[in-house]
């Protein structure tokens, strides 16, 4: 056991206990599907395996880390600073707002607004390669996946 946790080990026991708690969810949730039908693995075999994986390793190395072995024992910070931890954020909150934004805009418009926030987060400045990425992107792939692959994607209030 360790007797002093360091900050850095602090932050990645938590890491680990939340990793291993989504994982645990996910898999959990999977368990509701169905893992097999006549064609085969079922729509939550693959979600369920994964998440229970997840679980596993999540918990060995939350143990090795508690037993005192550090993760990453190098020199490089655990977490991002500065520019780094404000394009993590940036990408973050974008994943939110585009989740909250795809029911009501519907898939093109809502990843529309995500790839060009994304691309302005990262540090992309030429508008005009900005907004022919974003709209290729996002129109591209809905025609992909709704018309190719037909998946069905929101289409949103305004049917674009």
């Known amino acids: 056991m360790a007797k002093d946790i360091s900050p850095k080990r602090h932050a990645e026991l938590v890491v680990l206990a ?19 039908d006549a064609l085969g693995p079922g729509a939550g075999f693959f ?3 994964l998440g229970a994986l997840g679980v596993v390793f ?3 190395l939350f143990v090795q880390s508690w037993r005192g ?8 910070a ?17 994943l939110a707002v585009a989740a909250l934004l795809l029911q009501p805009l519907g898939f093109r418009l809502a990843m529309l607004v995500f790839t060009a926030g994304l691309l302005l987060a990262l540090g992309v400045r030429r508008p005009l390669l900005i907004a022919g990425f974003a709209l290729a992107s996002s129109f591209g792939l809905f025609h992909v996946f709704y018309y190719w692959l037909q998946v069905p994607l929101p289409i949103g209030v305004l049917g674009i």
């Open 18 to 36: 939340c990793l291993c708690a989504l994982f645990g969810f996910m898999a959990l949730t999977a368990f509701g599907y169905s893992l097999s």
């Open 47 to 49: 979600p369920f395996w």
């Open 58 to 60: 999540s918990v060995a």
């Open 69 to 76: 072995h550090a993760i990453g024992d190098s020199t490089q």
């Open 78 to 94: 655990l977490l991002p600073r500065g520019e780094g931890a404000r394009r993590v954020g940036a990408l973050v909150a974008g």
